[in-house]
């Protein structure tokens, strides 16, 4: 009995290592397509090793070969040596650190950003002290910041701060930066003293955007037909939102001299950081905020979470005033109308099961490319009637674009909506 039972160990640790080696074949032949010339044979490999259950060695394997050269790819993205990291981060072992940080230097360009990717998304105080050692070597030559999942996942201040800030050196992450750290302020996981020697940089380059939107010239009188003034404006808000956790005088100054600026989206990220400087906004900036449905609910929900409600305009604290904005807010994405409308009108609200979906009419005379659209169709909602007034909507704000006219407004209702839950249904079921 005894002897079959050492017989049978002995048997399946002949297996163990028999899969061993030939596992270890497979990704050698895999390695061997790799270098093919063929990119279909290349993406076959890499699909393969996607689909892999890779043991530690294995993975450290992988990054090894990162490090060689292999036949150009028709896009970036396809970049083999990139994927061959994006494969190993997409199932991670803290041996990687190590072993990324030590091949660091013969990748390639597109490889070491997916190296910094993975090391910004790690969720382990060692990878973020590699990200930042790695990020010191080639900082000046980035277009754009690798910064993984700091936005969505902030954490570990004390490794990050103020470290960082100094990479701001390079104007074009420089915006990317200060973002992470206004994420970090909104979480309440820095403060001040966090910025170290940096702090009169950041308050320099506040000062100076500022200066670019209060002097800033519009070729045509309006915003949505300037890309780059759209441009300046979108990096403008991180600077003027950060300025509510910097203390500083001249902060203080610059912010009530944006209160003249006529983008009421700029006004309100500097109205909301005075209230942060304990500076009360005039009570007419305050009403071209809240009455602007760009930028009404997003104010609202700030002053909210500041604790300073009191001061929202109770004309536009209810459900109508925060679908209308919650609906333009969708509207203006660059991919939907990109511009906010000339005129919006509420038409039909629509009830269902405790939930409120508004059916609204909007329209932009103003923009050559919509003139002939005329009045469209859109939905806001659904919206929880147990919670109102709120700006939650629950995820089917949708426009088809389609004329007004096309439709009756219960077909307009039922077509939209319905598009929003097959989407939401093919996000659950991927």
Request: charged share 30%.
């Amino acid at each position: 009995m005894a002897a079959e039972v050492v017989s049978k160990a002995v048997g399946e640790m002949d297996m163990g290592l028999m899969n061993l080696f030939r596992r270890k074949d497979e990704i050698d032949e895999l390695f061997e397509k790799l270098n093919s010339l063929s990119e279909e044979i290349r993406e076959d490999a890499l699909t393969k090793l996607e689909n892999m259950q890779l043991s530690v060695e294995q993975g450290l394997k992988v990054l090894e070969m990162a490090k060689k050269k292999f036949p150009p790819a028709t896009y970036e993205w396809q970049d083999v040596s990139s994927r061959l990291i994006d494969i190993c981060a997409d199932k991670p072992y803290d041996e990687y650190i190590d072993k990324v940080e030590g091949i660091y230097d013969e990748l390639n360009p597109n490889a070491k950003i997916s190296a910094l990717q993975f090391l910004a998304t790690y969720k382990n105080e060692q990878a973020l002290i590699a990200y930042l050692k790695l990020l010191r070597k080639d900082y000046l030559n980035l277009k754009s910041l690798p910064c993984g999942n700091l936005l969505e996942n902030p954490r570990f201040p004390q490794i990050l701060f103020p470290g960082i800030l100094k990479f701001a050196e390079n104007s074009n992450i420089e915006c990317q930066i200060y973002l992470i750290l206004l994420y970090y302020f909104n979480n309440d996981l820095v403060d001040e003293e966090s910025l170290g020697e940096y702090k009169s940089q950041i308050v320099r380059n506040i000062l100076k955007m500022v200066d670019k939107v209060a002097n800033y010239t519009f070729k045509n009188g309006s915003i949505w037909d300037d890309a780059k003034y759209l441009e300046l404006r979108k990096n403008a808000g991180i600077y003027f939102d950060l300025a509510g956790y910097i203390k500083a005088p001249e902060i203080t100054a610059a912010l009530k001299r944006l209160m003249n600026i006529k983008d009421i989206k700029l006004k309100m990220f500097a109205a909301i950081s005075l209230l942060r400087h304990e500076c009360e906004p005039a009570k007419e900036d305050i009403m071209d905020i809240a009455a602007n449905s760009e930028t009404r609910n997003w104010f609202y929900n700030a002053v909210v979470k500041m604790g300073r409600s009191e001061i929202y305009p109770e004309e536009y604290r209810n459900q109508k005033s925060f679908a209308e904005s919650n609906m333009v807010e969708w509207l203006v994405y660059p991919t939907e109308l990109g511009r906010m409308p000339d005129e919006i009108e509420l038409m039909n609200v629509f009830d269902i099961d405790e939930k409120e979906y508004y059916l609204f009419r909007f329209r932009c005379q103003s923009s050559e490319h919509w003139k002939e659209k005329g009045w469209m169709a859109g939905v806001a909602g659904p919206f929880d009637k147990r919670n109102s007034p709120t700006t939650l909507a629950e995820g089917h704000t949708f426009s088809h674009f389609e004329n007004w006219e096309s439709k009756q407004p219960r077909e307009h209702f039922e077509s939209i909506v319905g598009s929003g839950k097959e989407f939401w249904m093919g996000l659950v079921q991927e």
